[in-house]
């Protein structure tokens, strides 16, 4: 009899390889959405039941577009990313034309459609899904990842109505040389969220993100941009020299968290670790009243 995990013939006992998945171990059902390399289709496992996001690509596309250095990146990044908060990773496959990643099903679309159903969030509503939000790049910025192109169309729900964030195609991962010696980036983020150091240096860190965070509250509170302009040259002008207004009708404490988020300098920006890091921003007034722990588990599913 083997002991202690080893096999009857006393050698380590190994775990059998996870067997790859092939597409015609799925039903495939509706479309869920389309980026500019991929198409997500809703994937039922025949032999489990268990339902993904199946995110397909085309491999002549990605490699005629030049994108598989970002495929890549999107895969290491998922894998090592299991939180509440993130759309998850099940495996990856592929056959002769296309790849597969198999994600969670985040089935209540995105944040970007909420804000425009509604117009704008209340401060209730704001205050919850910004802590979300937060807790959700505290746990990011703590394995040293950089989303880069944080916005409401990447932050989807899942039936429970947590944030998911998604799309780590253009994430990157901050190494020690990075911080001694950074390195110039060809990406941009989206013109409405990117931070002044990326479009001045093309360089991003963890308080590129917080930038972003700035931007998102502030179009939850009032269904509109910080910086808003005809065009992307003279948005980046207004991003440049922090040029947005605040509306009278936020409240104190959410002018104050959004004005400290929105700061030239990257090292200013309240949740950065040199501005007091995640305890100054999670114990910022307008996230009084917020349960960080309980904010991770699920609601109770509502009794319909
Ligand atoms: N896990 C998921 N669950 C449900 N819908 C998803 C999921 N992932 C992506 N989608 C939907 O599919 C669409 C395409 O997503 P995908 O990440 O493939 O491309 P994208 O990043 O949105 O586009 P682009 O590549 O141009 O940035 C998105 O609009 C999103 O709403
Ligand atoms: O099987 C794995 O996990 C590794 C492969 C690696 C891989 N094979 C590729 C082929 C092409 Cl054409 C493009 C990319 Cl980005 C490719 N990446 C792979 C397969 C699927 C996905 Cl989604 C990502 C990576």
């Not at 596309?61 to 894998?79: D, F, G, N, T, Y």
């Not at 679309?109 to 804000?115: A, M, R, T, Y």
């Not at 704008?120 to 919850?128: G, H, N, Q």
Request: proline residues 6%; neutral net charge; hydrophobic residues 35%.
């Amino acid at each position: 009899m083997a002991e202690n995990g080893e096999n009857s013939d006393g050698g380590q006992k190994t775990k059998p390889p996870i067997k790859k998945k092939r597409p015609e171990d799925f039903r495939f059902g509706p479309i869920l959405g389309e980026g500019s390399y991929s198409t997500v289709k809703l994937a039922c496992e025949i032999s489990t039941g268990r339902e993904f996001a199946m995110k397909i690509l085309e491999k002549r596309h990605i490699v005629k577009e030049k994108k598989v250095p970002q495929v890549e990146r999107e895969k290491k990044v998922l894998s090592r990313l299991d939180h509440p908060f993130f759309v998850k990773l099940y495996f990856t496959f592929q056959d002769p034309e296309r790849l597969y990643f198999g994600l969670s099903v985040a089935r209540k679309g995105e944040l970007l459609s909420k804000i425009k159903q509604l117009g704008k969030f209340d401060v209730d509503c704001t205050r919850f899904y910004s802590a979300q939000i937060v807790s959700a790049l505290q746990h990011l910025h703590s394995l040293n990842i950089i989303h880069r192109d944080l916005k409401p169309e990447n932050i989807l729900f899942n039936d429970l109505m947590q944030i998911q964030i998604t799309d780590f195609g253009t994430a990157k991962e901050v190494t020690e040389s990075d911080l001694e010696t950074p390195k110039a980036s060809s990406f941009v983020g989206t013109a409405q969220y990117v931070s002044p150091e990326l479009l001045k240096d093309k360089q991003a860190g963890v308080s590129s993100d917080l930038w972003a965070l700035g931007c998102i509250i502030f179009q939850m509170l009032s269904g509109k941009f910080p910086f808003q302009a005809p065009n992307e040259y003279l948005i980046f002008q207004q991003i440049l020299s922090c040029r947005y207004e605040l509306p009278d009708y936020f409240p104190d404490d959410a002018k104050d968290l959004i004005t400290n988020l929105l700061q030239l300098d990257p090292l200013k920006r309240i949740g950065c670790p040199t501005c007091g890091g995640y305890d100054a921003l999670m114990s910022h007034p307008f996230f009084k009243g917020i349960n960080w722990d309980t904010l991770l588990i699920a609601p109770a599913p509502q009794v319909m």
